[in-house]
């Protein structure tokens, strides 16, 4: 459980375990951005496993918003689910094109805390 919940909580120091321990790997286009860790791709709802931002609403949940928005703005994303869930929601990882672990550059920036 331990190994699980490292891969879940620090994806970008595990590289591609992610996508090969995934259950489902999704593709495509952002549909819809809830707030700073929740998006939809491919009409699945993806909570991004290792990221807590501010709640919607708040000034720094409203900074995290824009934030994402910038950074997935007209890129597709690959998003592993590790086929877990929270509410409606799948728990995962999503990298952009270049590689990038979408919830590490939101903690690198300072935008978000990292969910423990």
């Given at each position: 459980m331990l190994g699980f919940l490292a891969v879940e909580r620090f994806p970008e120091r595990f590289g591609p375990i992610s996508e090969l321990t995934a259950l489902r790997v999704i593709e495509g286009p952002v549909s819809h951005i809830r707030d700073g860790d929740t998006i939809e791709v491919a009409g699945t709802p993806i909570r991004f496993g290792s990221l807590d931002c501010a709640e919607r609403g708040t000034p720094s949940g409203q900074v995290a918003t824009e934030r994402l928005r910038e950074l997935i703005a007209g890129q597709s994303l690959t998003c592993a689910l590790n086929g877990r869930t929270s509410y409606d929601?799948?728990?995962?990882?999503?990298?952009?094109?270049?590689?990038?672990?979408?919830?590490?550059?939101?903690?690198?920036?300072g935008v978000c805390g990292r969910y423990w």
């Open positions: 929601r799948s728990i995962g990882r999503c990298t952009l094109p270049d590689g990038r672990d979408l919830a590490a550059q939101m903690i690198r920036e």
